[in-house]
């Protein structure tokens, strides 16, 4: 899957091992180094597992149609399909089978 970020300060920090520990600490860096391996090898949005640990679920109210994996409880890693316009399906859900590229938002605690 193709990944970009929403800034490039926030792809500085996830693309060096020491930003990560001094941003979000030793424990998460491992889990986010983590769960970033699985959304690079996956060709798209469907193969990423929907079961712990990643837990890839879609969001809903505000945030609706961004997406979410889980880290270190209660922190979740942010991110959007990156396709203009959305890949839908006939009853008008995102398609996740035909999204290949995401943005990374942020990490943060949404509960």
Do not use: C
């Not at 959304?39 to 979410?68: C, D, I, S, W, Y």
């Not at 890693?77 to 990156?82: A, D, E, G, Q, T």
């Amino acid at each position: 899957m193709h990944i970009t970020f929403s800034t490039r300060r926030q792809e500085k920090t996830f693309n060096t091992e020491k930003a990560l520990i001094r941003n979000f600490g030793d424990r998460m860096k491992n889990v986010i180094a983590k769960r970033m391996a699985v959304l690079n090898a996956a060709g798209n949005l469907a193969l990423v597992p929907t079961t712990p640990p990643e837990r890839m679920h879609q969001l809903t109210g505000k945030l609706n149609e961004l997406f979410a994996v889980d880290l270190v409880h209660p922190f979740r890693l942010v991110f959007k399909p990156n396709h203009e316009p959305l890949p839908r399906k006939n009853d008008g859900g995102i398609d996740r089978q035909r999204v290949e590229a995401i943005t990374i938002l942020d990490v943060i605690d949404y509960h």
